[in-house]
Each structure stands twice: as structure tokens, then as C-alpha cells.
């Protein structure tokens, strides 16, 4: 299985439970491991290669839209609309939240979601 990865996408959404984190919108960063059955080390076709650039604005698109209280939802809805959308065969989400808390550089969440083969 091959592997592209994005790393440190930094996007700017509304994320979170307390007053302050609805009411402004606050920096996230997100990477991104997706994993798929490449067929572009063969072929050199762009057309059998997994299309970075768009998984990348795909990502920033869905987190803008989103209003999720909690970050555990809106790193799913990014794991499950990757291997819907790209047929990406695993995808591991980290997002933090950097300066989210006192003494900390950043905090988050990471997730590990692989595509359910149909029986």
C-alpha cells in the first residue's frame, strides 16, 4: 500500500465548547497520512495517482464549513469524507489545536479509519 502524506494544513474554523471558541474563529492544524493502491508508480499516468492538491482543498473546504464542538467530530467527518470521496483505503487525521491551553504548545486528537469492504 503506498502512502501520501500532507503535513501541518492550517486552517482557520470555529471549533469548540467554551463561549470564546464559538464566537472567533481559531487556528487548527491538521496532517494527513492516506493510504491507497497505487497504480501511478506503474503507469505515470496522472490519472492513476492520488490527487494531492485536491484532497487538500477538499479538507480546508469541509473544515471552514463546519461548526463542530468537538474536534473528536470534525477529524471523523475528515478521515470518513477522504476514503468516500478519494477511495483512499486508510487515512490517519492529527489536528491540533496549537496554544489551546496554558503551558502547552498545542493539543489534539489523532485517528486512525481504514474503508469498510462490503462482505
Not at 469524507?81 to 486528537?109: C, E, M, Q, W, Y
Amino acid at each position: 500500500m503506498d502512502k501520501i502524506f500532507i503535513q501541518n494544513l492550517r486552517i482557520r474554523t470555529t471549533v469548540g465548547v467554551l463561549p470564546h471558541e464559538r464566537k472567533y474563529p481559531q487556528l487548527i492544524v491538521i496532517s494527513l497520512d492516506i493510504f491507497f493502491s497505487g497504480k501511478a508508480k506503474n503507469s505515470d499516468e496522472i490519472s492513476d495517482a492520488l490527487d494531492y492538491d485536491a484532497i487538500c482543498n477538499h479538507t480546508v473546504e469541509l473544515v471552514k464549513e463546519t461548526r463542530f464542538k468537538l474536534i473528536e467530530k470534525l477529524v471523523e467527518e475528515i478521515a470518513q469524507s477522504i476514503i468516500k470521496k478519494f477511495g483512499a483505503k486508510k487515512v490517519n487525521v492529527r489536528l491540533t489545536k496549537p496554544n489551546a491551553l496554558k503551558h502547552t504548545s498545542d493539543v489534539g486528537i489523532q485517528i486512525s479509519r481504514e474503508k469498510q469492504e462490503r462482505s
